[in-house]
């Protein structure tokens, strides 16, 4: 399994948004600290299956080859 760095934001009064720095255009949105985990995985599911431009790049780069 691979990890993946997750930056959470969260101001007030709105949901908690999750960017990761390592995939360019992946992100997500949670309503409660005990959905992220759920978004997180649904979020990146989505990336690598919709493999934009440099999705290859990142994996093998995150992968170390």
Do not use: K, Q, V
Not at 29 to 56: C, H, K, V
């Amino acid at each position: 399994m691979r990890n993946y760095t997750i930056i959470i934001h969260h101001d007030t009064d709105s949901a908690y948004g999750l960017t990761f720095p390592d995939l360019p255009g992946c992100f997500a949105a949670a309503d409660s600290w005990d959905e992220i985990p759920a978004a997180a995985a649904e979020a990146l599911d989505l990336w690598f299956e919709d493999e934009p431009d440099g999705a290859s790049a990142a994996r093998r780069e995150l992968s170390g080859r």
